[in-house]
T-cell receptor, first 112, second 115 residues
Framework: QKEVEQNSGPLSVPEGAIASLNCTYS??????FFWYRQYSGKSPELIMS????GDKEDGRFTAQLNKASQYVSLLIRDSQPSDSATYLC????????????FGTGTRLTIIP | DTGVSQNPRHKITKRGQNVTFRCDPI?????LYWYRQTLGQGPEFLTY????????KSRLLSDRFSAERPKGSFSTLEIQRTEQGDSAMYLC?????????????FGNGTRLTVT
């Protein structure tokens, strides 16, 4: 079982709709969770971090964490063409507090 | 904040040759990380430094790979006797504190092609 799993997509969403991205992780003791965005040919950039169960909102982005289900999600409201990118879920495992482990990423395309 | 700088941007080498990449982190960041990314995959952790100390090294890193961070500033990643499987994007990142509490800032990467 992979440490961090994501559906690779591609996920296509109409402009203005809500994009929903999902991630599961295997280490039940994981404490820190992140979403990075990576445009084609560019390096990853952090868009959200979440540490406790529930929702965390930042502008059009909402991260959701459910530790009991070992599940993290990212919602993007009012999707824009500029949101088209690969979204990487990343986790700090319990016993590796410096080793950020990434999923394979979900490629999101916003259709105008 | 001038960002994380990596050089060279691209490197093409023949199998069996040695290559060295350089990373200059953001100046006040004491953590420095190396990752490798292949097409369609997420970045894979290779190693990280706190100041000049190399604190963790992935099992992915064979004996052909070595990283240094003398004086706790810039870092180099050397690959000896390159193989075609080493072809990838090598990403460097830095952070002010540990990765759990402080975001990683990535450089633009060095793309290695081994022919």
């Amino acid at each position: 079982q992979k440490e961090v799993e994501q559906n690779s997509g591609p996920l296509s969403v109409p402009e203005g709709a809500i994009a929903s991205l999902n991630c599961t992780y295997s280490d039940r003791g994981s404490q820190s969770f992140f979403w990075y965005r990576q445009y084609s040919g560019k390096s990853p950039e952090l868009i959200m971090s979440i540490y406790s169960n529930g929702d965390k909102e930042d502008g059009r982005f909402t991260a959701q964490l459910n530790k009991a289900s070992q599940y993290v999600s990212l919602l993007i409201r009012d999707s824009q063409p500029s949101d088209s990118a690969t979204y990487l879920c990343a986790v700090i495992p319990k016993f590796g507090n410096e080793k950020l482990t990434f999923g394979t990423g979900t490629r999101l395309t916003i259709i105008p | 904040d001038t960002g994380v700088s990596q050089n060279p941007r691209h490197k093409i080498t023949k199998r069996g040759q040695n290559v060295t990449f350089r990373c200059d982190p953001i100046s006040e960041h004491n953590r420095l990380y190396w990752y490798r990314q292949t097409l369609g995959q997420g970045p894979e952790f290779l190693t990280y430094f706190q100041n000049e100390a190399q604190l963790e090294k992935s099992r992915l890193l064979s004996d052909r790979f070595s990283a240094e961070r003398p004086k706790g500033s810039f870092s180099t990643l050397e690959i000896q006797r390159t193989e075609q499987g080493d072809s990838a994007m090598y990403l460097c990142a830095s952070s002010r504190q540990g990765a759990g509490s402080s975001p990683l800032h990535f450089g633009n990467g060095t793309r290695l092609t081994v022919t």
